[in-house]
């Protein structure tokens, strides 16, 4: 059963179709009149928005943060990366640092110390994700080694010495995931023979504090579970694939979209319990274009249907749905199940920010319509940070 389609396709038409609803223009008006009529009448219409960031941000890290993620404690742990020339190979090595508030914090994983012994050899950390306890960190990380033909102590018969050649950067290579204690200890998984989780993306921690799971490293894609005290791993919902997979850590479930496991072959949105290893099926779906992702309470789930439209499902009541014009991009809950904050376009490109209002067709911008390469609300709702375009730094703004 489908939803009631709400919303305007962008913000601008959002706004004036309600104004001009509002306050009809008198007749024989003009071109000029009627626009600053309608602006006038939209600043009325629009009232105070819901959830709006205040003008100054309550702590700027000046860093390049590419990567970061923010605790139940309300500390930031992000990644700042760190070149170093090697002969003629440039490799990157990423540290990782903890701000607990404002001009407070401290570098975690000291890049030297964390690869002592491989100097040819590199990472890129590509995401960061604090457990809830907000005691243990899962990193993604990338890999990097030297191009097959680089041999710098190598130089053939009669060949010049070209020590002064264009630096040559290492490449990217083997995915793994590595685990942290708050203060940057690093946690193995007992009897591995591997330092890392190789061959592993979007991991995180349950709410035990000792479990943690991850993902294949593409789609579909399949899970698995791990407690490094005591080496247990373990494939969950064996022979099952997955199109999509977000988890919802503190009751230590993932959504999924998959046809895999679906009764009827159709496309479907799972509730996975990842203790038990219990599936159950919330609703069928005739189209999935993305951003999936799960309320604060826990209650709703929204994703992209089509390039333009959030659907909204009531996880208790799945045929209960809301359907929202917005346009494409990513979106992450506020603390309200009625709301969401909405970057539009491709989640690598740099766009503005707008609350999308699910319940009232409300369309209000954030902080300025000024641009932002990435945005996180915090767990408590009580902040909003995002990272600038360029040199990422970041700003963490106060939620009213």
Known sequence: MKGKRRGARNVFSGIFSHALHRFPAPPGASAVALLSMLAAAAIVSLGAPPARAQDSPKM????????????????????????????????????????????????????????????????????????????????????????????????????????????????????????????????????SKDRFIQDATNATWLADGQTVVYLSLAPPYTITRVRPADGQVTPLFAGHTFDTVIWDAPRNRAFAVSSNLSLRGRLTILELDLMHEAVTEIATIDNYAGSLAVSKSGKKIGFFEDGDTIEVIDIANPSKRIMVNAGLGVFQWGTDDDRVLLKRGPADQSNDLVWVGLDDDSFTPALHDLEFHDFQIAPDGQSLAVTVPGKRVLKLFPLE
């Open 60 to 191: 700027v890290i000046d860093a390049d943060c590419q990567a970061f993620d923010i605790s139940t404690n309300n500390e930031i742990v992000f990644a700042v990366p760190k070149l170093k020339r090697v002969k003629k190979l440039i490799i990157e090595r990423d540290e990782i640092n903890l701000a607990t508030g404002p001009n407070k914090g401290k570098r975690i994983v000291d890049v030297d110390k964390f690869i002592p012994d491989q100097p040819m050899s590199g990472y890129v950390v590509n995401k960061l994700a604090w457990g809830p306890d907000g005691k243990h960190i899962a990193a993604g990380i990338t890999m990097q080694e030297p191009p097959p033909d680089y041999h710098p102590h190598v130089k053939k018969k009669g060949e010049e010495d070209r020590s002064d050649d264009a630096d040559v950067f290492s490449v990217g290579g083997r995915k793994a995931v590595v685990l942290f204690d708050d203060d940057g200890n690093e946690i193995k998984v007992a009897g």
